[in-house]
């Protein structure tokens, strides 16, 4: 008996299941592609042992903390912020007893997936499992064969990319690149030099300056400042930027009023309104960019952060209090695409979390775009019925062609092989269907399955 | 041979199917609990006879009214309003004759499950079987068997909850306390005290005043008049409050701001600016009275209300005219929750006409606050289709645990039992397709059918 | 082998599938009504011969464009606009080779279609299949058999309705009407004398006015003009009004209000807004002709056209730069609706490109108004998914009887009984799962299956 069923997230009807599961085993054991993720840079550049049980599957889990934080557990019952509860084996236990939250949901799926392929644990996590559980986790940690670099390895992983702020030095990768063979790339992420609003945003740009020897006080030292650092993360092996912004508007302003507008945003002075414009005018700076050296954008738009003023106050970002919002993407992206948009050399991968506009506004706009692709199914849809909505939204105005492959797009590692098993289950449970109501051909479903679970991200991406 | 098939509404796929049927035999005739609907106290403080056919199924039934009206039926024709047919047996034939059109709709499960479970009948309705029908009802209705208190037992109610005025002396829950073992409780819904835009605002402020002795034209003593009637409900039974707002807006401004925005809301001088600010604030304001006396919120936001401006003045409210509009409570909800929204005492439902807002800000919202649950599919959603997109939308981010169970939130009396039954079908047909795919243990969906179908609407509501 | 399984699109079920054969057996080859699209008159009037394969089955569909230049084919390779491939095979042999782009999209499904049942070409179109392609439907275009009215003849067509400007003198009308047995009838579409935006509009009017003898420099002979437009397309068979609009506003002026906005409109000095409104006010004015001489209305709204500003400059309109918009009809059709809502005369079906609509606002506003009917799926929803989604967000609200049949709604007449077939047997499958859900008794799903196959159709429009 194990924690997962060889047929889970098929299709229940007999015939389609087999051509699910021939489907399926073409691609099971195909190696990882993970082009979008928040992998930690150290675990790759120093290969250090993970911690204790909570502190690796529950506290840095934003999935796990708010399903418990929903039904009344505190953040100090799970060992984070103020009085926090110091004993990682009696925050496993809070999570073991309140396991039956996740029944439904992707989190299930995940940690089942994670206890029992990477640990060989097969009994349910429960209250009586849980200090089973713990201590065989806990011991599995101590050995070498859990620390980052093995179960890259063991998870198959050919490539995988970390999310990386422009101010980064890059030393974990460079580290990686020197004493190991796995592939490990950095993004460039300039949300805390882009964004008016970010924390700091004033010093970030001073040090921008300092790091590449521009003078980020005016407009072209700036940009230029942009090219230096996206050059020095190509060297380490980048093939993307992304951008999280508030919403996906872009502007294509005339550069004399870019530089004015970057007065008033360097000044510190500037309005909300002047705040997105700049980040809008930005996303068209970086798509010609791009034009120019290769880098495949991603943007991330549409969510409200920190929704708990409180809770963000106490003990920061990334707690479970992430809402998505209304997306907007025609007028939008407008200005963007009508200036570089049909540039053979750029890559745009759109992500949403308002799944209102896959068949609206997303695959309309991919579907005919030559810049554009989708992102897979983001965050709160990175689930079994949120992929197969996304495949059944988008597929019959974009095709599968004018899809991105899949992102794992975790900090979890542990999670990394579990994704990505959803992922292709649920693509050939999708593909299934199409050859059984014969909207597919079988032949075209065998080529297609590889191209959704690595071929895509993998040509997409550059990789 | 019977209108309704034992099947009904369960998945095809045998496998499937039967673990459906296993579910539901364990809920088919669990007792019904009914946390919010809108049942006349009268019903049960008199335990009158109900009418004729006609005025029992067809003429207080909005989405009957409105199904015919779109096919050019007139409300004249159905016995209302102007040149309104006297004759019930004649407006039962009318609808007879268009029984067809609610081919494919919940009215017509409900209507079927009444006419088949309640009274015995077992033809389908049309032009030919409408007299035989129309007498059969007609004479059961003149039995005791058949009174509101008879059918209370019959139909296996644990508890049934009305939705009464702030202003409401609730005589008819004290009859009914007083006379009989049913449990009918009250529902606290402030709109007429709290909607400056409500006919007779002003006047049902100073009926709030007279009622409880307090000083409504000030905002200290309007606060107090509503602490006093929430205590007079909670006497009589109630656990809840219901709060039908055009919009989720919430606010939570300085108390000295809110009696200036009451000096003008109470003056009749105020904007819609003012007005739709005021209702917001309120929300808060009953957060934190719900804070202090247990009252579970209930908030009911996205309607345009009476939408044919001449059938609103012809024959007034809640006959069809209703019209869902585009939902939006990420920004709105943020005052309220900010302020409230952490304290273990509160519990507030939410409930929305906008089926985009499930994944998109919903479930996300009741997945991290510990306050939030989501209410049911409602009304128009209250359907085998709006039923199964709900829990498809909002389980994988929410889970079972932040629902609310089910609320049958009807004035038709006769069609409860049938609300129940195609609830609890399809809440057991999706937990078997969990099962059969494999994202759910056998046991657990056992554990979870019972929740859905009674559980959590006791839990949730303070049954 | 052929191209097309004779089950496709039917449920897996072997149960299901069986009643949705039986029910499709009952409408495969029942008459195609036809009541609105976009094929050219010319072909009606003068019956020419086709040209070659590129320039019927590729160039002029933006389905088929916007894939190819998805994915980077340039326009000049599809022989369209500067710098265009002159040879129509290279152009095919384009196509050919990115054949595979169109896996899983309904284009596929037509184009299969139109090459396995009106071509008689077995073998998936491929690069090496291209040339014997092209070949067998060049060799085929020559012959009699393949000219205009043969094929309405043979897809066994009752009444195909076009789409027609306004200034339009329907010359092929007469001429198809004279000449032949065909029921080919113009449908009254005033967008380039209604919109002040359109190119040309002031000279429009000026030659709304030659052609009516109508005084189009004041409100009330440019309202007659209109009037007599209409009836001119009455007499040529018309039965009814088809209108483009950026958004579904409408606008109930008082008639001196709304003459002082022609006023301005007419200047060629009204604002954006100004414009906005008189399409609005317009809708409301052809809603109260269309009560004094029944012709039904048709809206279609919702497109933000020519995303691509360079390509538009370069080669024009529907060359698959067309993206969707967010809907809203609930407040934008008020005005209209009760100005001439409830009346029996009038009938107005509406079309949208954003399917929250469908349950939220559109099923709810035609589920009660007696003049609104919903039309079938349009332009990117005109598809597999797009119509079962459409059933079940709208069916359980509006029922059967309020939507509209189906729109081909197509310029490409070879894939006219594709796109039949493709609606018939998606609402035969949906119908089916009724059946076996025991939503619906399996006589009423033959009673129904006819009626949305054409029986609507020919109702709604009173053809």
């Not at 300039?190 to 964004?195: G, I, M």
């Not at 072209?220 to 400042?225: D, H, K, Q, V």
Request: a negative charge; hydrophobic letters at 45%; proline letters at 6%.
């Amino acid at each position: 008996m194990t924690l997962l069923h060889p047929d889970r997230l098929f299709p229940v009807d007999p015939t389609t299941r087999a051509i699910a599961r021939s489907l399926f085993a073409t691609v099971e054991t195909a190696p990882i592609v993970s082009p979008h993720g928040h992998t930690d840079p150290r675990w790759w550049g120093e290969n250090p042992a993970f911690g204790d049980p909570a502190s690796l599957l529950v506290q840095p889990d934003h999935y796990v903390l708010r399903m418990l934080v929903s039904q009344g557990v505190t953040y100090a019952e799970l060992g984070i912020g103020p009085g926090a509860e110091p004993d990682p084996r009696k925050v496993w236990r809070t999570f073991a007893a309140q396991y039956h939250l996740f029944r439904g949901t992707p989190s299930r799926l995940w940690l089942d997936h994670a206890l029992s392929e990477v640990f060989g644990i097969h009994a349910r996590l429960s209250p009586e499992t849980a200090d089973a559980a713990y201590d065989a986790i806990d011991a599995a940690l101590k050995t070498e064969a859990f620390r980052p670099r093995a179960l890259y390895e063991r998870f198959g992983i050919e490539v995988i990319a970390t999310t990386d702020s422009a101010l980064d030095d890059l030393a974990q990768h460079r580290a990686a690149r020197d004493g190991w063979t796995g592939r490990v790339i950095p993004t460039y992420r300039p949300d805390a030099v882009v964004d008016p609003e970010f924390e700091g945003f004033a010093a970030n740009l001073d040090r921008l300056g300092a790091i590449t020897g521009c003078d980020t006080a005016t407009w072209a030292g700036y940009l230029e400042a942009h090219r230096l650092r996206r050059a020095c993360f190509i060297e380490m092996g980048a093939t993307a930027t992304d951008h999280g912004h508030p919403t996906a508007r872009t502007a294509d302003l005339a550069q004399s009023d870019a530089a004015a507008l970057f007065d008033r945003v360097r000044g510190g002075t500037c309005s909300a309104d002047d705040a997105e414009l700049f980040r809008a005018q930005m996303l068209t700076e970086h798509a010609r960019m791009s034009c120019e050296d290769g880098l495949v954008m991603q943007l991330h738009a549409g969510v409200h952060r920190n929704h708990n003023t409180a809770v963000f106050r106490a003990i920061g970002r990334d707690r479970g209090f992430d809402i998505p919002t209304q997306g907007a993407f025609v007028d939008a992206l407008k200005p963007l695409l009508n200036a570089v948009g049909m540039d053979p050399r750029l890559r745009l991968i759109l992500f949403t979390l308002d799944e209102d506009t896959y068949a609206r506004e997303l695959a309309p706009l991919a579907g005919v775009w030559p810049c554009l692709r989708l992102g897979p199914p983001w965050w709160f849809h990175d689930s079994f019925e949120g992929m197969r909505r996304f495949r059944q939204l988008a597929t019959e105005t974009a095709g599968f062609a004018n899809t991105a492959g899949f992102n794992d797009d975790t900090r979890a590692l542990l999670s990394i092989p579990a994704r990505h098993d959803v992922a292709r289950r649920v693509d050939c449970a999708f593909l299934a269907e199409l050859v059984t109501s014969h909207r597919l051909d079988e032949d075209e479903a065998f080529a297609i399955a590889p191209q959704l679970a690595h071929g895509l991200a993998r040509a997409v991406y550059n990789l």
